[in-house]
């Protein structure tokens, strides 16, 4: 059964009480960091993660698109982050974070964007627990679903499942029913929505399962 890791980037942190028992169903809780560098706009306040660390048992994990993200993560490991993502394009130094973030206690997760392609971090996914695709431009929310992501998967799952490595797939960006059954014939393991689960016509709850039925 894939996953889903639900983005707190457009929901509304003054009705958190509303919405975090509804993402019980959800396998994860995901933070999107923006530094306004890497990206234009600027993301999730960090401190929302220590707030809602005491509050639920879900599995945290942050999304840095920010520079220079080895500066992060000490501080993201005290806020009770659990897996930290960064992107390739943001360091020339992969293996150094990814084994500095271990070393925090965290698990390790590598990211490319939209136009960055698969094979650039195949030399790394041996290292990570998991493998983050963009199918949107990274750092903005409600976008539509790009299907050069498709390809992307594909490669990536058949590149572990032949390695046999112990790697998960995530994709991030213009995730609905329709673009994450592709998403999931594709290969994929991990299903990232915001706008798809926090603006669902039918509720959170069912946004959440429906998606888990795939």
Not at 1 to 19: G, N, P, T
Not at 131 to 155: E, P, R, T, W, Y
Not at 165 to 172: A, F, K, R
């Amino acid at each position: 059964m894939v996953k889903v890791a639900a983005s707190v980037l457009d929901a509304d942190f003054q009705k958190w009480r509303e919405w975090l028992p509804k993402l019980s169903k959800a396998d994860r809780i995901q933070f999107d960091i923006m530094d306004k560098k890497f990206v234009p706009n600027k993301g999730l306040d960090k401190k929302r993660i220590s707030e809602l660390r005491p509050k639920t048992k879900l599995f945290f994990e942050s999304h840095l698109m920010v520079e220079k993200p080895e500066q992060h993560i000490e501080e993201f490991a005290g806020l009770g982050n659990q897996l930290l993502i960064f992107h390739i394009e943001a360091t020339d130094k992969p293996l150094a974070i990814i084994e500095q973030i271990e070393e925090h206690g965290m698990k390790a997760g590598i990211a490319i964007n939209n136009q960055t392609e698969a094979k650039t971090i195949f030399p790394y996914l041996d290292k990570v627990d998991l493998a983050l695709v963009m199918s949107v431009q990274a750092g903005f929310g409600g976008q539509k679903f790009n299907s050069l992501a498709l390809d992307k998967i594909h490669a990536l799952r058949k590149k572990i499942d032949s390695g046999e490595l112990d790697c998960e797939i995530e994709v991030d960006g213009g995730i609905n029913l329709e673009t994450a059954g592709q998403c999931v014939e594709a290969g994929v393991d991990v299903l990232v929505a915001g706008t798809g689960i926090f603006r669902n016509p039918k509720g959170i709850e069912k946004a959440i399962e429906e998606l888990k039925k795939l």
